[in-house]
């Protein structure tokens, strides 16, 4: 395999207009960051903006739409890999089983990765993330180095992997390299399985240096930075991060993502260390702002609810992957009363479907309260419109790119919906998001896809969805071989 260090494929340079001039569509309906409206004309330039949305328009030229339109939906939390590894940690292996022993199961798979594979296992997750509705990813990547910890001669060459599959399935990418120091609170040294994660805040930038002289942000593509989470970065290595991003370009606002609070054990081990819980030594340490997102904030109090809405960060939500993992329940009312923002994520990949995430979202409450429609609201009494707007606001504003809805000056970002599917047809626009979310039947009601204008899916297929499926499934028989 050549490394994309040196040779990168010609179309990673090329701007994604495709020679086009900018196109439009017409949609009988369209959801617009305001709610459903009639007759909108979406028109978007040759760099796939948005330059005009505008309901009550004539259809005039532009094609029309066969069904209901929406936004594209940010996937807020990704690692690729994990993919290849849905559905093979089912099994008891000791009866108390927990998140611990799923990641060290995941530690031991992640050993055998090589770039091929994550290249082969990421081009199929991303087409599968397109057909379900995604059109951009939040890439977590902490697999920097080979097997056993030893650097790659392209320090990049796996987050190059993930560029490459980003751009041939045509998903929009905000990648965000890791920083991977300690194996707990209290810079406990990092264990031998934790080897190719490892680096400094300075190697770190490096790495995102490195990818930017490699394939400079564009439209399609955003580079942030991820510690990992307070038990695997000091308080000393945050700061340097922080600030060193602040000097490079595109740093000032570029995202940065943590996980922050998710196990049990996570918030306790966090107080015996520091006295603090996680949110609340974050939110103490950083001045945490818009760009920050926050993974698993799960296990919070009241004080941290409120510090984090003023903050302005995002909080990532990954909710299948949460319930595998048995992380416990969010308080979602509390989250969503105190106007945080937040975002949904496939995390592990053990489904991608944006559907499942949001009901389980609200499924998790109903369990937990014995009540209906609890994520609802007075002003938005339908769950599900309150849940896909909130997800679709605040998954944008963790990408660090212009994604937020169908608005001017947006990514021309957006899903068509079949019309005629048993569970869409006849339905009123107050009851399409909740056919959607909450009834999953044996239709395919996601049938076309436009990232920055460009059609990627087209009656729930994408053109490279063969090859890809053939690429993985090498990659899979490859990996479980013993
Ligand atoms: C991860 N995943 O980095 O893949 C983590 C597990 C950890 C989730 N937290 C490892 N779901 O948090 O230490
Ligand atoms: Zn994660």
């Not at 990421?122 to 650097?151: D, N, Q, W």
């Not at 264990?191 to 400079?216: I, K, M, W, Y």
């Amino acid at each position: 395999m050549v490394s994309l260090g040196e040779h990168t494929p010609q179309h990673l340079h090329q701007h994604r207009s495709d020679g086009q001039s900018g196109d439009a569509l017409f949609c009988p309906l369209a959801l617009l960051p305001q709610g459903w409206r009639k007759d909108v004309l979406l028109r978007w330039d040759a760099a796939g903006n948005l330059v005009d949305v505008s309901p009550g328009s004539a259809a005039g030229e532009a094609r029309s739409a066969c069904g209901p339109v929406i936004a594209g939906m940010p996937n807020l939390h990704s690692h690729a890999f994990q993919r290849a590894m849905a559905g093979l940690t089912e099994v008891m292996g000791s009866p108390s089983d927990s998140f611990w022993s799923w990641r060290k199961l995941m530690y031991r798979f992640a050993q055998r990765l090589q770039p091929e594979h994550l290249e082969a296992i990421a081009r199929h997750l991303y087409i599968e993330m397109l057909k379900a509705g995604y059109t951009s990813v939040c890439e977590f990547h902490y697999l920097h180095h080979a097997p056993g910890g030893t650097p790659y001669a392209d320090r990049a060459e796996l987050a190059l992997r993930l560029m490459q599959a980003a751009a041939e399935a045509g998903i929009g990418m905000t990648l965000l390299p890791v920083l991977y120091q300690y194996s707990g609170f209290g810079r406990q040294a990092a264990s031998a399985e934790q080897a190719r994660f490892l680096g400094s805040p300075q190697s770190l930038l490096a790495l995102r240096e490195r990818l930017q002289q490699v394939l400079p942000e564009n439209p399609m593509r955003r580079y942030g930075v991820a510690p990992h989470s307070l038990r695997a970065v000091s308080p000393e290595g945050l700061d340097e991060l922080v600030s060193g991003l602040r000097q490079q370009p595109g740093g000032r606002d570029a995202p940065i993502h943590i996980h922050i609070a998710e196990q049990w054990r996570e918030i306790q081990d966090c107080l015996a260390w520091s006295g603090q819980r996680p949110v609340q030594l974050l939110l103490s340490q950083q001045e945490l702002d818009a760009r920050w997102c926050l993974i698993h904030a799960t296990h919070m109090d009241l004080g941290e609810y409120r510090g984090l809405a003023a903050s302005g960060a995002v909080v990532g939500l990954c909710p299948t992957t949460e319930a595998n993992l048995g992380d416990g329940i969010i308080d979602a009312g509390q989250l969503l009363e105190s106007g945080t923002r937040w975002g949904i994520g496939s995390d592990s990949h053990i489904a991608i479907n944006l559907r499942a995430e949001l009901r389980l979202l609200e499924y998790g409450q109903r369990l937990h309260h014995r009540r209906r429609n609890v994520l609802a609201s007075e002003s938005v009494p339908a769950t599900a419109d309150r849940l896909f707007v909130q997800a679709q606001a605040g998954g944008a504003a963790a990408t660090g790119r212009a994604v937020a809805g169908l608005a001017v000056g947006q990514r021309a970002d957006f899903v068509l919906l079949d019309g005629e599917d048993v569970n869409l047809a006849d339905r009123s626009p107050a009851q399409l998001l909740s056919a959607l979310v909450f009834c999953e039947h044996d239709g395919q009601p996601i049938q076309d896809v436009y990232v920055g204008g460009r059609q990627v899916v087209t009656a729930g297929r994408h053109p490279l969805q063969e090859t890809a499926r053939q690429a993985y499934r090498r990659a899979i028989a490859d990996l479980l071989k013993d």
